[in-house]
């Protein structure tokens, strides 16, 4: 069998039994794309097909798209790697440690040993965190009336940080940060920088923070996955006007746009709209950044967001400037050295230099690692291995 017939298969026999509401994939290699497929409805509600320009939230598969503009500006030299982030951003400067809480439930903080970079910031490793995946993350939330990220009010990244800077991994806001960043040194709001200087070099005219009269149409619903397993269409809004744009998580847009962008790191940084990035700065963003440390799994919070993520034992995981990377291959068949990272509603990608490939699938499941969609995506990526 083919690709296309194996891989339209696999999803069409998900959506069938009920296991996702519709799913988008597709696979690209340098040239063009090699697979695409539509399967399922864009909402249990609606009778609506999902389609291959089905628009969704793709959630933090937007920091990879935050990292390139940052990096953009690296390469100009308007901003560098290692010198403390407060110099873009003074408010950074204001950024404590949390130590715990006192009698009273109020956080006791203190000053961190280093500042925070904008190398830390792209790595995970600025010691910010998300509440939903730390418990006490959502006491000081609550002892201090900060508002979730997904409200997009600025106050949301006025949170601690939960070790000193370079200490460790830990997943989190500091990419909403590197969206102020890129706001503060180009003077453009990130959208706008993003549409000039990154969307419409890779030629992605389907990705927004908030979708145009011509997405929205098109977008399919997100669905919560229920203790007893049922799917049930959900209303979870980003604001229509944003406080700020979310720059770790804020994007709406179609599988077949961000697999332009795949393919555009494929081709180490050339798109169809001129050179997005050189090649020796996809090089370094795609090779480890963390050192001796490693990308860990991640406790669950709040398991209306999030399952808890585990990572393949024995498969050592570190991060670049902008994904997670594999140093061993997986048994999906995908090589060590690898890219890949996701967005919470359970929309995947992976970006493959070695055989020159990669992935998009696109689902509107929350919490993320679902126990059905996080399967058939890695089934999925099997699947295109067996058939290349």
């Given at each position: 069998?083919?690709?296309?017939a194996q891989?339209?298969a696999?999803?069409k026999?998900?959506a069938?039994?009920?296991d996702?509401?519709?799913v988008?994939?597709?696979?690209t290699?340098?040239e063009?794309?090699?697979y695409?497929g539509a399967?399922g409805?864009r909402?249990?509600a609606?009778?609506?097909?999902m389609t291959?320009?089905t628009?969704?939230l793709?959630?933090s598969?937007?920091?990879?798209?935050t990292?390139t503009?940052?990096?953009q500006?690296l390469e100009?030299?308007r901003v560098?790697?290692?010198s403390p982030a407060s110099r873009w951003?003074?408010?950074?400067?204001e950024?404590?440690?949390?130590?715990g809480f006192?009698?009273?439930?109020q956080?006791?903080t203190?000053?961190?040993k280093?500042p925070?970079?904008?190398r830390?910031?792209l790595?995970?490793?600025?010691g910010?965190?998300?509440?939903?995946?730390?418990?006490?993350?959502q006491k000081y939330h609550e002892?201090?009336?900060?508002?979730?990220?997904?409200?997009?009010?600025?106050?949301?990244?006025?949170q601690?940080l939960?070790?000193?800077?370079?200490?460790?991994?830990?997943?989190?806001?500091g990419?909403d940060?590197?969206?102020?960043?890129?706001?503060a040194?180009?003077g453009?709001?990130?959208?706008a920088y993003?549409?000039?200087?990154?969307?419409?070099?890779v030629g992605?005219q389907e990705?927004?923070?908030?979708?145009t009269?011509?997405?929205a149409?098109?977008?399919a619903?997100?669905?919560?996955?229920?203790?007893?397993?049922k799917?049930?269409?959900l209303?979870?809004p980003l604001?229509q006007?944003?406080?700020f744009?979310m720059g770790?998580g804020?994007l709406?847009?179609?599988?077949?746009?961000?697999?332009?962008f795949?393919?555009m790191?494929?081709?180490?940084?050339?798109?169809i709209?001129g050179?997005v990035l050189?090649p020796?700065?996809?090089e370094?963003?795609?090779?480890n950044q963390?050192g001796?440390?490693?990308?860990l799994?991640?406790k669950?919070?709040?398991?209306?967001?999030t399952?808890d993520?585990?990572?393949?034992?024995g498969?050592?995981h570190r991060?670049g400037l902008?994904?997670m990377?594999?140093e061993k291959p997986l048994?999906?068949g995908r090589?060590?050295?690898?890219?890949?990272?996701a967005?919470?509603t359970?929309?995947?990608?992976?970006i493959?230099?070695h055989?020159?490939?990669g992935?998009?699938?696109?689902?509107?499941?929350?919490?993320?690692?679902d126990v059905?969609?996080?399967?058939?995506?890695?089934n999925?990526?099997?699947?295109?291995?067996?058939n290349l």
């Amino acid at each position: 069998m083919s690709l296309q017939a194996q891989a339209d298969a696999l999803l069409k026999r998900a959506a069938d039994a009920g296991d996702v509401p519709g799913v988008v994939a597709m696979v690209t290699n340098r040239e063009g794309t090699l697979y695409e497929g539509a399967f399922g409805r864009r909402s249990l509600a609606d009778p609506a097909p999902m389609t291959t320009d089905t628009v969704g939230l793709i959630a933090s598969m937007t920091k990879a798209l935050t990292s390139t503009a940052a990096l953009q500006l690296l390469e100009q030299g308007r901003v560098d790697l290692d010198s403390p982030a407060s110099r873009w951003l003074p408010q950074l400067a204001e950024a404590e440690v949390l130590e715990g809480f006192d009698d009273a439930g109020q956080p006791r903080t203190r000053p961190p040993k280093r500042p925070v970079t904008l190398r830390h910031l792209l790595t995970h490793t600025s010691g910010f965190g998300y509440e939903f995946l730390s418990v006490p993350l959502q006491k000081y939330h609550e002892a201090r009336r900060v508002p979730s990220i997904f409200g997009c009010a600025l106050a949301a990244l006025r949170q601690p940080l939960l070790f000193d800077p370079g200490e460790r991994w830990q997943y989190g806001i500091g990419i909403d940060w590197v969206g102020q960043l890129v706001e503060a040194v180009s003077g453009q709001k990130l959208g706008a920088y993003l549409a000039q200087h990154v969307l419409g070099p890779v030629g992605m005219q389907e990705t927004a923070f908030v979708p145009t009269p011509d997405m929205a149409p098109r977008l399919a619903r997100i669905h919560q996955r229920g203790p007893d397993g049922k799917l049930v269409p959900l209303d979870f809004p980003l604001p229509q006007e944003p406080e700020f744009e979310m720059g770790g998580g804020g994007l709406f847009g179609t599988a077949g746009d961000y697999l332009k962008f795949v393919r555009m790191i494929l081709n180490r940084g050339l798109a169809i709209g001129g050179r997005v990035l050189r090649p020796e700065t996809v090089e370094l963003m795609s090779s480890n950044q963390l050192g001796a440390l490693e990308v860990l799994p991640a406790k669950s919070a709040n398991p209306l967001l999030t399952n808890d993520m585990a990572l393949p034992p024995g498969i050592p995981h570190r991060w670049g400037l902008a994904w997670m990377i594999n140093e061993k291959p997986l048994p999906t068949g995908r090589p060590a050295g690898s890219l890949m990272w996701a967005g919470l509603t359970n929309s995947y990608y992976w970006i493959d230099p070695h055989t020159g490939i990669g992935g998009v699938v696109l689902m509107q499941i929350l919490p993320f690692a679902d126990v059905k969609a996080m399967p058939l995506f890695l089934n999925f990526e099997y699947t295109v291995y067996q058939n290349l």
